[in-house]
């Protein structure tokens, strides 16, 4: 057998042994596609030590907002300055209901009494969005914190997240948030920190950090 005869066959049993592979999964990802048959929104929890909690929330928004859906946005913590989120949805999309507690990140403002109320106003407002039926998304940025600093009744949030229309799905972003939390979702995601550009000295930048 020459050399170009042999690199064929051997092309040949690589190409039969990845079609084998495939329909071994193809298989069963239709088995998976065809046991899942019930149709309702989804609450998932973005959370983990890494950067990216928020802009995968803010992507499930934006997927949303492409096929014409109604999406609500309530972001914790964040606010004391402009965010490209902010802007990009004010400007873009004045339709969105879109709130922030604005008072920045509670180191800065070293007042719990202060944080606490702003938690509890900014909480109000997602409340009402978790009520909303015609909302088919909401997203709950930087909520976990507020449930770590005690700054919200835990039972309170996760009786709001599971007693939320049926078509509506919640997403809730930020490290931690606990064990009770974690269990009520559908879908936990974690985001670990490998490396980060802060920690090397890099400044913050503009359209991709904030």
Same mark, same amino acid.
């Given at each position: 057998m020459s050399e170009i005869e042999s690199n064929q066959e051997d092309n040949s049993k690589k190409e039969a042994a990845h079609k084998?592979?495939?329909q071994k999964q193809k298989e069963k990802i239709d088995a998976h596609i065809a046991d899942s048959d019930e149709e309702r929104g989804v609450s998932i929890l973005l959370t983990g030590n890494g950067k990216g909690k928020s802009s995968? !929330? %803010?992507g499930m928004v934006l997927r949303a907002l492409g096929y014409g859906h109604e999406v609500g946005v309530v972001q914790f913590i964040k606010g004391a300055q402009l965010s490209g989120e902010e802007i990009f949805l004010k400007e873009k +999309?004045?339709?969105?209901? %879109?709130?922030?507690? !604005?008072? !920045? %990140?509670?180191? &800065? *403002?070293? &007042?719990?009494? #202060? &944080?606490?109320?702003?938690a509890?106003? *900014?909480? #109000? /407002?997602a409340e009402?969005?978790?009520?909303?039926t015609s909302l088919d998304l909401v997203l709950l940025d930087e909520?976990?914190? +507020?449930?770590?600093?005690?700054?919200? &009744?835990? #039972? +309170?949030v996760l009786e709001a997240l599971k007693n939320r229309p049926k078509?509506?799905? /919640? /997403? /809730?972003t930020g490290r931690g948030g606990g064990a009770s939390l974690r269990e009520l979702m559908d879908t936990v995601s974690e985001v670990k920190d490998i490396k980060h550009a802060y920690n090397? !000295?890099?400044?913050a930048r503009k359209g991709v950090d904030y």
């Open positions: 084998r592979k495939m995968s !929330g %803010f +999309m004045p339709h969105i209901e %879109f709130y922030q507690m !604005g008072t !920045g %990140f509670t180191w &800065d *403002t070293q &007042d719990r009494s #202060a &944080d606490i109320e702003a509890e106003r *900014t909480w #109000a /407002v009402q969005m978790l009520k909303n909520l976990t914190y +507020m449930l770590a600093y005690k700054y919200l &009744d835990e #039972a +309170m078509e509506q799905s /919640v /997403v /809730v090397a !000295g890099i400044k």
